[in-house]
Structure formats: structure tokens, C-alpha cells
């Protein structure tokens, strides 16, 4: 065989071999990958609107999903905001849940971060941070209380602490919370978003 | 063709070719994923995978690859083994497979790999090429677990995740940021040297 065609056939078998392989693997582990995914939001939902049973997805697009927590009635108890934004480093992806008017939060989790450990990766942890965010009014436009204050009563009630040392960190997340909090609002408003299910597409 | 045994041929990995001490290859992961001992054995064990598998594929087909195209092959076989790797850690470790995020994939431009085919599995039987790769692997591995579990210890003040460091302990933040891992390996290296020397004096 000439060389050229030995090297034509030999670059072409390896990579039909590879392919085929890959294609298996992939078929063999994209439903779980994908459940692992769903997995991880349905337990973030769970966390940041207490007592949802059941969740749904109400709406999504680019950076921006809004889902349902429901009780055991099957009555919307909260909405869970999953939202992503740029960060110190890298993206920032949380889930915010909030009452059903939009205008109190109840908790807020953040899934997926790459801050500086020890100083912006702070925001994942509760007693610097995240405890900040519970049962707060975000009716209007939540603002960064800096420097932070040490008696979590004095802040307004629109009020966080925040991160000594972490600022950018700390007004990422806010910024984050705040646009999509006008984001739903907008989208309640246009009549994208409501408590029952619809399809988006 | 080598003269050494296949027991040498794997223990010469360990130390006297340690890919990260010796022959300073693979530097980009060492660096990059050993802020914690979990993520450091994670890719260590995933490069394993990929090192063996693509020293046993090489090693197998070395006479029908024409020398012209020798590297091109070698990096799409390594690369369907890093990519079976990546998904199944995503698989079956998510949160492994989340923090080591994309240093999986680059598993494919890891020096170690494609200097182990070029090097030895082109030219020697499968039998002594897996030798090779558990031995560069097993290096590989040893290094990576010296290199995290200093940087966790101190940066973290825990190993594994567990806590190792009493309450007096102020984690060093640093040994967890990149500049904690260019000191570390900086020291470990010179170590390494002063030991090489050591022994050769010796002899």
C-alpha cells in the first residue's frame, strides 16, 4: 500500500473506532448525567423554599430558570430562582427562593462558584453570608450593608452584610438577586410567569 | 528496546523517573487540582486510566501506525480515553467531577501521556509498556498526594476533608491559591534534587 493511502486509512479507522466507542459511552451516560443534574436542582429548590413536596419549572432562558415549590395540597408555597452571573472569577450560579408575591426571601443557595477560597468563597458559607439572605424583603431593590454590622438586627430590612474583605464577591451575588428579581417581576408582569405551569417554548 | 526488568520498569516511575519530580512533565495539573487531597487522588487515579489504556492501545497497533502520523493517532486515542474518563466522573462523581472542572479534559495535552507513548509504548510489547504506565502513573499519583495533602493540611487545616489541625490552627489561605502550589512544588523539588544528590554522592 502507498504510504499516503496507508496513513489515509490507518487516521480514519482510528478515528471511526474512537467515535463509535465515544458514541456508546456517551449513550451509557447521558441519562444519568442528566439526572444528576435534575437531582441537584430539585434538592436546591427543596432547600431554599421549605416544605416544597413537588417542584416544577415555570420558566427558563439563557442564565435564568424560575421553578415552583409546591406542599403536599399541590398549592405553590414559593418560587425557586435559579440564576447564574459573573462573579469575581468566574460565574456565579445560585438559587434564591422567594414567597409567592416575589417580595420576601426565604433562603438563598449558591451552587456553583469559583471565588477566592478563603475570602469571595466565603458566600457559601451560612454564618458569613447566606444567613444574611433569610426572610428578607426584596419587594424593591436589596442593598449591601459594608461595612458589615456585627448585630444582624440593625440591618433594614433590605438590607445584607456584607463580606469583609470580599466585596466584589458579596455585590456579585446581590447584583445577581436583584436582576433576576426584576426579571420575574417583569416577566409576572407580561404574563410569562404564573403559579400554573405553561409551556415556554 | 530497554534492558531492565519489567518489576524496574515499573519502579523507576516511583522515583528515579518520577514524571513530576524527575522529568517535570504534567506540571499544569499538579499545579491546578491539588488544593485539596480528594481532587489531587481524583486526577491522579483519572490520568491512570487514561495512561494505561492509551499505552496498551499504542503498544498494540504501533506497527500499523506510519511514524508520519504517529503523534495525530496518539492524540485522538488518548483523547477518547480522557473523554470516557471525564464522563464517567460526571457520571458517577458529580461533585469530583465538578471541582476538578476542566482539568479532566485537559488530560488530552498532559505531557506525561503522550511522552510515555512517544517515548516507550511505540517501541516496546504491551506487557512491559503497562509496567511503564503503572509505574509513571503510580508516580504520577504519589506526587500529587505529597503535593495536596501539604497544600490541604496547611491551607486548610484538613485532609480528606476531615479535620486534622486543632482549633489554634489559622489556615495558611495562600497554600490553597495558585501561589501556595508554586512554593510547594518549588520546595519539593529542591528536596527531590538534594536527595538525588545525596544518593549519588554515595554511590
Known amino acids: 500500500m502507498k504510504l499516503s493511502t496507508r496513513m489515509v486509512v490507518v487516521l480514519t479507522s482510528i478515528g471511526l473506532l474512537s467515535g463509535s466507542f465515544l458514541a456508546t459511552v456517551g449513550h451509557l451516560t447521558k441519562e444519568r448525567i442528566a439526572l444528576n443534574k435534575q437531582r441537584e436542582i430539585e434538592e436546591a429548590i427543596i432547600q431554599v423554599v421549605p416544605g416544597t413536596v413537588s417542584s416544577q419549572k415555570l420558566y427558563e432562558e439563557r442564565d435564568l430558570a424560575v421553578y415552583g415549590g409546591k406542599n403536599e395540597e399541590g398549592n405553590l408555597i414559593g418560587f425557586a430562582i435559579h440564576a447564574s452571573g459573573i462573579g469575581f472569577q468566574d460565574k456565579i450560579t445560585l438559587m434564591l427562593g422567594t414567597n409567592t408575591s416575589l417580595e420576601r426571601t426565604n433562603r438563598l443557595a449558591i451552587l456553583d462558584q469559583k471565588e477566592t477560597p478563603g475570602l469571595g468563597a466565603k458566600i457559601t458559607d451560612r454564618d458569613s453570608f447566606l444567613k444574611y439572605w433569610e426572610n428578607r424583603d426584596c419587594g424593591g431593590t436589596i442593598s449591601l450593608r459594608k461595612p458589615a454590622v456585627s448585630a444582624a438586627e440593625e440591618l433594614l430590612p433590605s438590607e445584607i452584610n456584607a463580606i469583609t474583605g470580599a466585596t466584589i464577591s458579596s455585590e456579585a451575588v446581590l447584583s445577581i438577586v436583584n436582576n433576576s428579581l426584576e426579571h420575574a417581576r417583569r416577566l409576572i408582569k407580561e404574563g410569562k410567569l404564573s403559579s400554573e405551569a405553561q409551556d415556554v417554548n | ?203
Request: hydrophobic share 55%; glycine share 8%.
Open chain 2, 1 to 203: 528496546m530497554s534492558t531492565k526488568t519489567a518489576g524496574q520498569e515499573f519502579i523507576k516511575g516511583l522515583w528515579d523517573e518520577n514524571p513530576v519530580f524527575r522529568q517535570l512533565l504534567g506540571l499544569c495539573p499538579t499545579l491546578a487540582v491539588t488544593g485539596a487531597v480528594i481532587n489531587g487522588l481524583a486526577m491522579g487515579l483519572a490520568t491512570t486510566f487514561v495512561l494505561i489504556f492509551s499505552s496498551l492501545v499504542v503498544s498494540s497497533i504501533k506497527k500499523l501506525i506510519p511514524s508520519q502520523v504517529r503523534i495525530a493517532s496518539y492524540i485522538v486515542i488518548i483523547a477518547t480515553f480522557v473523554t470516557v474518563a471525564d464522563r464517567f466522573l460526571a457520571a458517577f462523581f458529580p461533585p469530583i467531577s465538578k471541582s476538578l472542572g476542566p482539568y479532566v479534559p485537559l488530560i488530552v495535552v498532559n505531557c506525561i501521556i503522550l511522552g510515555r507513548q512517544e517515548a516507550y509504548s511505540s517501541k516496546n510489547k504491551m506487557g512491559r509498556s503497562l509496567m511503564d504506565a503503572l509505574g509513571m502513573s503510580a508516580g504520577f499519583v504519589l506526587a500529587l498526594l505529597i503535593l495536596s495533602a501539604i497544600r490541604e493540611i496547611l491551607g486548610a487545616g484538613t485532609f480528606f476533608g476531615y479535620q486534622v489541625m486543632g482549633a489554634w490552627f489559622k489556615p495558611w489561605i495562600i497554600m490553597i491559591l495558585p501561589p501556595g502550589a508554586f512554593i510547594t512544588l518549588g520546595i519539593l523539588l529542591a528536596l527531590a534534587l538534594q536527595i538525588e544528590r545525596r544518593t549519588k554522592s554515595r554511590k
